[in-house]
């Protein structure tokens, strides 16, 4: 059993922070990539950054110099720092993990999902 829990999400001013945090549990061998997506209403689901178990980060154009994604020294929580804020930011935000459990193949799991409102 392995799950991915997503929290920190808000109603937040444009120009504001907010924190997300991903903690993940359950039968883990190994986490390999971990990432943050979104969805707007009415939009694709979109990559919004992702690290690597070595630590290499990678983010969307859109976010580049507002967000950082990091994880623990536990290896299982993942987080998202977001400043200057933009209306354009509002959106559904998912975790992703690339995990392994005991003797199987890396699989993807998703969290649910946290609120993230961005106002003008």
């Known amino acids: 059993q392995v799950q991915l829990v997503e929290s920190g999400g808000g109603l937040v001013q444009a120009g504001g922070s907010l924190r997300l945090s991903c903690a993940a549990s359950?039968?883990?061998?190994?986490?390999?990539?971990m990432a943050w997506y979104r969805q707007a209403p009415g939009k694709q689901r979109e990559l919004v950054a992702s690290?690597?178990?070595?630590?290499?980060?990678n983010y969307a154009n859109s976010v580049k110099g507002r967000f950082t994604i990091s994880r623990d020294n536990t290896w299982d929580t993942l987080s998202l720092q977001m400043n200057s804020l933009k209306p354009e930011d509002t959106a559904v935000y998912y975790c992703?993990?690339?995990?392994?459990?005991?003797?199987?193949?890396?699989?993807?799991?998703w969290g649910q999902g946290t609120q993230v409102t961005v106002s003008s």
């Open positions: 992703k993990a690339d995990i392994r459990t005991r003797g199987s193949w890396p699989l993807d799991y």
């Open positions: 359950g039968r883990i061998f190994e986490i390999n990539t």
């Open positions: 690290i690597t178990a070595g630590g290499n980060r």
